[in-house]
Protein backbone atom coordinates (compact mmCIF):
# COMPACT_ATOMS: atom_id res chain seq x y z
CA UNK A 1 0.00 0.00 0.00
CA UNK A 2 1.61 3.20 -1.08
CA UNK A 3 -0.28 6.82 0.20
CA UNK A 4 -0.75 9.53 -2.11
CA UNK A 5 0.84 7.73 -5.27
CA UNK A 6 -1.31 9.12 -7.87
CA UNK A 7 1.53 11.69 -8.18
CA UNK A 8 5.53 12.21 -7.96
CA UNK A 9 7.23 10.14 -5.30
CA UNK A 10 4.44 8.00 -4.37
CA UNK A 11 3.68 7.09 -8.00
CA UNK A 12 7.17 6.10 -8.83
CA UNK A 13 7.43 4.28 -5.67
CA UNK A 14 4.17 1.97 -6.47
CA UNK A 15 5.69 1.13 -9.88
CA UNK A 16 8.97 0.21 -8.62
CA UNK A 17 7.38 -1.86 -5.80
CA UNK A 18 5.07 -3.61 -8.80
CA UNK A 19 8.02 -4.58 -11.30
CA UNK A 20 9.62 -5.64 -7.83
CA UNK A 21 6.89 -7.63 -7.71
CA UNK A 22 4.62 -6.45 -5.15
CA UNK A 23 0.33 -6.21 -5.63
CA UNK A 24 0.56 -2.60 -5.28
CA UNK A 25 -2.40 -0.34 -3.62
CA UNK A 26 -2.50 2.76 -5.28
CA UNK A 27 -3.85 5.38 -2.74
CA UNK A 28 -5.42 8.56 -4.12
CA UNK A 29 -7.50 11.59 -2.88
CA UNK A 30 -7.87 13.59 -5.42
CA UNK A 31 -6.68 12.77 -8.71
CA UNK A 32 -8.41 9.30 -10.22
CA UNK A 33 -7.20 9.60 -13.75
CA UNK A 34 -3.33 10.04 -11.98
CA UNK A 35 -4.16 6.51 -10.06
CA UNK A 36 -6.05 4.92 -12.77
CA UNK A 37 -2.54 5.40 -15.40
CA UNK A 38 -0.06 4.56 -12.68
CA UNK A 39 -2.25 1.11 -12.00
CA UNK A 40 -2.28 1.02 -15.70
CA UNK A 41 1.89 1.34 -15.75
CA UNK A 42 2.12 -1.32 -13.23
CA UNK A 43 -0.44 -3.99 -14.56
CA UNK A 44 1.48 -2.93 -18.57
CA UNK A 45 4.36 -4.38 -16.76
CA UNK A 46 3.13 -7.80 -15.84
CA UNK A 47 2.31 -6.98 -12.48
CA UNK A 48 -0.72 -6.49 -10.14
CA UNK A 49 -2.27 -3.15 -8.99
CA UNK A 50 -5.95 -1.39 -8.04
CA UNK A 51 -6.54 2.24 -6.85
CA UNK A 52 -7.86 3.37 -3.77
CA UNK A 53 -9.24 6.48 -2.92
CA UNK A 54 -9.33 8.05 0.69
CA UNK A 55 -8.11 10.97 2.37
CA UNK A 56 -5.85 9.63 4.84
CA UNK A 57 -6.74 12.21 7.75
CA UNK A 58 -9.77 10.96 7.44
CA UNK A 59 -10.11 7.63 9.78
CA UNK A 60 -12.90 5.94 8.19
CA UNK A 61 -11.89 6.38 4.86
CA UNK A 62 -8.23 5.21 6.00
CA UNK A 63 -9.82 1.99 7.61
CA UNK A 64 -12.40 1.50 4.50
CA UNK A 65 -9.67 1.46 2.25
CA UNK A 66 -7.51 -1.25 4.34
CA UNK A 67 -10.15 -3.49 3.98
CA UNK A 68 -11.03 -3.13 0.17
CA UNK A 69 -7.07 -3.73 -0.27
CA UNK A 70 -7.64 -6.46 2.14
CA UNK A 71 -10.23 -7.57 0.40
CA UNK A 72 -8.74 -7.32 -3.31
CA UNK A 73 -5.66 -9.01 -2.24
CA UNK A 74 -6.07 -11.24 0.49
CA UNK A 75 -3.16 -9.56 2.68
CA UNK A 76 -0.55 -6.68 3.23
CA UNK A 77 2.84 -6.28 3.66
CA UNK A 78 4.18 -3.26 3.02
CA UNK A 79 3.07 0.07 3.79
CA UNK A 80 4.66 3.55 2.26
CA UNK A 81 3.51 6.47 4.14
CA UNK A 82 3.52 8.91 1.12
CA UNK A 83 0.83 11.35 1.38
CA UNK A 84 2.06 14.76 2.29
CA UNK A 85 0.98 18.36 1.28
CA UNK A 86 2.15 22.03 1.78
CA UNK A 87 0.36 25.02 2.64
CA UNK A 88 2.79 27.99 2.69
CA UNK A 89 2.96 31.18 4.76
CA UNK A 90 5.06 33.27 6.51
CA UNK A 91 4.59 32.74 10.68
CA UNK A 92 2.98 35.35 11.25
CA UNK A 93 0.44 35.32 8.63
CA UNK A 94 0.14 31.33 8.50
CA UNK A 95 -3.68 30.37 9.47
CA UNK A 96 -5.22 27.76 11.95
CA UNK A 97 -6.46 26.37 8.81
CA UNK A 98 -3.15 26.03 6.83
CA UNK A 99 -1.23 24.79 10.00
CA UNK A 100 -4.46 21.77 10.94
CA UNK A 101 -4.64 20.71 7.47
CA UNK A 102 -0.78 20.35 7.13
CA UNK A 103 -0.26 18.06 10.24
CA UNK A 104 -4.06 16.48 9.45
CA UNK A 105 -2.16 15.03 6.36
CA UNK A 106 1.44 14.63 7.12
CA UNK A 107 1.16 13.71 10.42
CA UNK A 108 -2.27 12.52 11.76
CA UNK A 109 -2.04 10.35 7.97
CA UNK A 110 0.62 8.39 8.90
CA UNK A 111 -0.50 7.73 12.43
CA UNK A 112 -3.77 6.70 11.05
CA UNK A 113 -2.28 4.45 8.39
CA UNK A 114 0.77 3.07 10.38
CA UNK A 115 -1.99 2.03 13.14
CA UNK A 116 -4.49 0.54 10.45
CA UNK A 117 -1.20 -1.61 8.85
CA UNK A 118 0.07 -2.45 11.97
CA UNK A 119 -2.72 -3.70 13.74
CA UNK A 120 -3.04 -6.27 10.64
CA UNK A 121 0.05 -7.12 10.73
CA UNK A 122 -0.03 -8.10 14.26
CA UNK A 123 -2.80 -9.93 13.98
CA UNK A 124 -1.79 -12.16 10.54
CA UNK A 125 1.86 -12.41 12.12
CA UNK A 126 4.97 -13.62 10.22
CA UNK A 127 4.10 -15.63 6.30
CA UNK A 128 8.13 -16.87 6.56
CA UNK A 129 7.81 -17.68 2.56
CA UNK A 130 7.49 -14.23 2.26
CA UNK A 131 9.50 -12.00 4.68
CA UNK A 132 11.06 -12.83 8.08
CA UNK A 133 8.95 -10.09 9.74
CA UNK A 134 5.08 -9.41 9.68
CA UNK A 135 5.22 -6.29 8.32
CA UNK A 136 7.24 -2.92 7.23
CA UNK A 137 6.58 0.50 7.42
CA UNK A 138 8.04 3.09 5.67
CA UNK A 139 7.68 7.38 6.15
CA UNK A 140 8.26 9.11 3.70
CA UNK A 141 9.74 12.18 5.77
CA UNK A 142 11.98 15.02 4.42
CA UNK A 143 15.33 16.62 4.93
CA UNK A 144 12.76 19.42 6.90
CA UNK A 145 12.64 16.76 10.18
CA UNK A 146 16.03 18.24 10.61
CA UNK A 147 16.03 21.31 8.39
CA UNK A 148 14.22 24.03 9.84
CA UNK A 149 12.52 26.01 7.23
CA UNK A 150 11.27 29.74 7.50
CA UNK A 151 7.86 30.58 5.96
CA UNK A 152 7.03 26.76 5.93
CA UNK A 153 6.55 26.02 9.73
CA UNK A 154 3.59 23.80 9.75
CA UNK A 155 5.68 21.77 6.73
CA UNK A 156 8.46 21.41 9.13
CA UNK A 157 6.83 20.68 12.34
CA UNK A 158 4.86 17.91 10.61
CA UNK A 159 7.98 16.10 9.49
CA UNK A 160 9.87 16.96 12.77
CA UNK A 161 7.00 15.25 14.48
CA UNK A 162 6.72 12.45 11.77
CA UNK A 163 10.98 11.48 12.91
CA UNK A 164 9.82 10.72 16.59
CA UNK A 165 6.49 8.75 15.31
CA UNK A 166 8.66 6.78 13.33
CA UNK A 167 11.35 5.91 16.20
CA UNK A 168 8.71 5.49 18.19
CA UNK A 169 6.66 3.14 16.43
CA UNK A 170 9.85 1.58 15.57
CA UNK A 171 10.83 1.08 19.31
CA UNK A 172 7.58 -0.10 20.05
CA UNK A 173 6.39 -2.17 17.07
CA UNK A 174 10.23 -4.09 17.22
CA UNK A 175 9.64 -6.38 19.07
CA UNK A 176 6.25 -7.49 17.54
CA UNK A 177 8.41 -8.25 14.57
CA UNK A 178 7.38 -5.32 12.43
CA UNK A 179 9.87 -2.97 10.84
CA UNK A 180 9.42 0.81 10.63
CA UNK A 181 11.95 3.33 8.81
CA UNK A 182 11.74 6.38 6.93
CA UNK A 183 13.29 8.01 3.74
CA UNK A 184 13.75 11.41 3.79
CA UNK A 185 14.19 13.05 0.19
CA UNK A 186 15.96 15.99 -0.40
CA UNK A 187 14.68 18.39 -3.31
CA UNK A 188 13.15 15.89 -5.50
CA UNK A 189 11.39 17.14 -9.49
CA UNK A 190 7.73 16.44 -8.60
CA UNK A 191 4.02 19.03 -8.58
CA UNK A 192 5.25 19.73 -4.86
CA UNK A 193 7.59 21.64 -5.47
CA UNK A 194 7.00 22.73 -9.21
CA UNK A 195 8.17 27.10 -8.41
CA UNK A 196 11.83 25.33 -7.04
CA UNK A 197 13.24 24.19 -10.40
CA UNK A 198 10.59 24.64 -12.88
CA UNK A 199 12.77 27.56 -14.32
CA UNK A 200 16.55 27.79 -15.24
CA UNK A 201 17.22 30.26 -12.33
CA UNK A 202 15.21 28.37 -9.60
CA UNK A 203 16.76 25.46 -10.71
CA UNK A 204 20.32 26.90 -10.49
CA UNK A 205 19.62 28.59 -7.00
CA UNK A 206 18.14 25.03 -5.69
CA UNK A 207 21.52 23.35 -7.05
CA UNK A 208 23.62 25.84 -4.33
CA UNK A 209 21.68 23.40 -1.51
CA UNK A 210 22.68 20.31 -2.92
CA UNK A 211 26.78 18.85 -2.83
CA UNK A 212 26.13 16.56 -5.50
CA UNK A 213 24.89 19.75 -8.22
CA UNK A 214 21.85 17.65 -9.29
CA UNK A 215 18.08 17.77 -8.34
CA UNK A 216 16.80 14.19 -7.25
CA UNK A 217 14.17 12.28 -9.37
CA UNK A 218 11.32 10.43 -8.23
CA UNK A 219 12.89 7.41 -9.16
CA UNK A 220 15.73 7.60 -6.62
CA UNK A 221 13.64 7.61 -3.82
CA UNK A 222 11.49 4.59 -5.39
CA UNK A 223 14.65 2.52 -5.60
CA UNK A 224 15.54 3.82 -1.80
CA UNK A 225 11.89 2.62 -0.97
CA UNK A 226 12.66 -0.87 -2.54
CA UNK A 227 15.19 -1.69 -0.92
CA UNK A 228 14.17 -0.45 2.36
CA UNK A 229 11.06 -2.63 1.95
CA UNK A 230 13.00 -5.90 0.52
CA UNK A 231 15.04 -8.56 2.88
CA UNK A 232 18.15 -7.04 2.04
CA UNK A 233 17.42 -4.65 4.93
CA UNK A 234 16.34 -6.80 7.31
CA UNK A 235 18.51 -5.52 10.01
CA UNK A 236 17.82 -1.96 9.21
CA UNK A 237 15.28 -0.80 11.91
CA UNK A 238 14.22 2.89 13.09
CA UNK A 239 16.19 5.13 10.99
CA UNK A 240 15.80 7.94 8.53
CA UNK A 241 17.49 7.16 5.05
CA UNK A 242 18.36 10.20 3.86
CA UNK A 243 18.37 10.37 -0.10
CA UNK A 244 19.46 14.03 -0.83
CA UNK A 245 22.12 14.54 -2.71
CA UNK A 246 23.91 15.68 0.58
CA UNK A 247 21.39 18.39 1.09
CA UNK A 248 21.68 17.61 4.72
CA UNK A 249 25.59 18.42 4.67
CA UNK A 250 24.96 22.16 5.60
CA UNK A 251 26.67 23.29 1.79
CA UNK A 252 27.19 26.45 2.68
CA UNK A 253 29.95 25.91 5.20
CA UNK A 254 31.63 23.89 2.48
CA UNK A 255 33.42 27.65 1.25
CA UNK A 256 34.65 27.76 5.03
CA UNK A 257 31.76 29.49 7.94
P1 LIG B 1 3.10 15.32 -4.84
O1 LIG B 1 2.32 16.54 -4.59
O2 LIG B 1 3.23 14.83 -6.23
O3 LIG B 1 2.60 14.11 -3.96
C1 LIG B 1 1.82 14.21 -2.79
C2 LIG B 1 0.70 13.22 -2.92
O4 LIG B 1 -0.08 13.20 -1.72
C3 LIG B 1 -0.26 13.59 -4.06
O5 LIG B 1 -0.47 12.45 -4.87
C4 LIG B 1 -1.52 14.00 -3.34
O6 LIG B 1 -2.70 13.75 -4.09
C5 LIG B 1 -1.44 13.14 -2.09
N1 LIG B 1 -2.30 13.62 -1.02
C6 LIG B 1 -2.43 14.89 -0.58
N2 LIG B 1 -3.36 14.95 0.39
C7 LIG B 1 -3.80 13.68 0.58
C8 LIG B 1 -4.75 13.10 1.44
N3 LIG B 1 -5.43 13.84 2.31
N4 LIG B 1 -4.96 11.77 1.36
C9 LIG B 1 -4.27 11.00 0.45
N5 LIG B 1 -3.37 11.51 -0.40
C10 LIG B 1 -3.14 12.83 -0.33
O7 LIG B 1 4.55 15.62 -4.24
P2 LIG B 1 5.73 14.60 -3.84
O8 LIG B 1 6.96 15.39 -3.89
O9 LIG B 1 5.65 13.35 -4.63
O10 LIG B 1 5.41 14.31 -2.30
C11 LIG B 1 5.37 13.00 -1.76
C12 LIG B 1 5.94 13.02 -0.35
O11 LIG B 1 7.33 13.34 -0.43
C13 LIG B 1 5.31 14.08 0.56
O12 LIG B 1 5.13 13.52 1.85
C14 LIG B 1 6.37 15.17 0.60
O13 LIG B 1 6.31 15.91 1.79
C15 LIG B 1 7.62 14.34 0.51
N6 LIG B 1 8.81 15.08 0.08
C16 LIG B 1 8.92 15.59 -1.18
C17 LIG B 1 10.06 16.29 -1.53
C18 LIG B 1 10.27 16.87 -2.90
O14 LIG B 1 11.28 17.57 -3.09
N7 LIG B 1 9.42 16.62 -3.87
C19 LIG B 1 11.09 16.47 -0.60
C20 LIG B 1 10.93 15.95 0.67
C21 LIG B 1 9.79 15.25 1.00
Not at 155 to 165: D, E
Amino acid sequence: MVTGASSGIGAAIARELGLAGANVSVNYSGHPEGASQVVQEITASGGRALAFKADVSQPSEVQAMFLAARDAFGTLDILVNNAGVQRDAPFLEMTLEQWNRVLEINLTGAFLCAQEAARKFVRRGICPERSCVAGKIIFVSSVHEVIPWAGHVNYAASKGGLMLLMKSIAQELGPLRIRVNSIAPGAIKTPINRPAWETPEAEAKLLGLVPVKRVGEAQDIAKAAVWLASEDASYVHGVTLFVDGGMTLYPAFALGG
